[in-house]
T-cell receptor, first 113, second 117 residues
């Protein structure tokens, strides 16, 4: 499973765009990039997943450059309720070895009024 | 409601005791994962089961064990409990291996908060 590196924390203000970059230099060909959001005392929640280029859904956008060694989660016009920890996961299902899906430390995003 | 059900939601017990945490995966999901999250810590992967078989093991202590039953629900058994075992224990499920190769979207339950006194 590819090791990921994210900033420990980020502060933002309501209405701003938040961009969180995750580095994954040893990403493998079959690996997907998945982002989760976790509120205090709750289980993580899937936000978005991508393999290459750009993916957008109703919640966020995910930008992946051609070399796939990093990815950026973009949260448009954040609100106070977007204050949470955001985790980047890189990996693929491996039928032989199972899937450990190890979460890194995540990025703690604080949205201020 | 994520579709993943964990019981109990809260559990308080004493050191040396044994507890069992239960997880019912989302309908149709064959894989179950267990994670431990201590206060202000990240999620530590413990173990994964797929269709009743253990498929991956993380930093799970020997005092801990798990299994997945034929109806796909899973139980995490924690024994000889220590103060340091106090944590949130999350169960997650996914469709499973071999489906949408590469996709690894997990659906998490609300967690079981274990307090060891």
């Amino acid at each position: 499973l590819a090791k990921t590196t994210q900033p420990i924390s980020m502060d933002s203000y309501e209405g701003q765009e938040v961009n969180i970059t995750c580095s994954h230099n040893n990403i493998a060909t079959n690996d997907y990039i998945t982002w989760y959001q976790q509120f205090p005392s709750q289980g993580p929640r899937f936000i978005i997943q991508g393999y290459k280029t750009k993916v957008t859904n109703e919640v966020a956008s995910l930008f992946i450059p051609a070399d796939r060694k990093s990815s950026t989660l973009s949260l448009p016009r954040v609100s106070l309720s977007d204050t949470a920890v955001y985790y980047c996961l890189v990996g693929a299902i491996n039928e032989a070895a199972g899937n450990k899906l190890t979460f890194g430390g995540g990025t703690r995003v604080l949205v201020k009024p | 409601d994520s579709g993943v059900t964990q019981t109990p939601k809260h559990l308080i017990t004493a050191t040396g005791q044994r507890v069992t945490l239960r997880c019912s995966p989302r309908s149709g999901d064959l894989s179950v994962y267990w994670y431990q999250q201590s206060l202000d810590q990240g999620l530590q992967f413990l173990i994964q089961y797929y269709n009743g078989e253990e498929r991956a093991k993380g930093n799970i202590l020997e005092r801990f064990s798990a299994q997945q039953f034929p109806d796909l629900h899973s139980e995490l058994n924690l024994s000889s409990l220590e103060l340091g075992d106090s944590a949130l224990y999350f169960c997650a499920s996914s469709v499973g291996l071999g489906v949408m190769s590469g996709a690894n979207v997990l659906t998490f339950g609300a967690g079981s908060r274990l307090t060891v006194l």
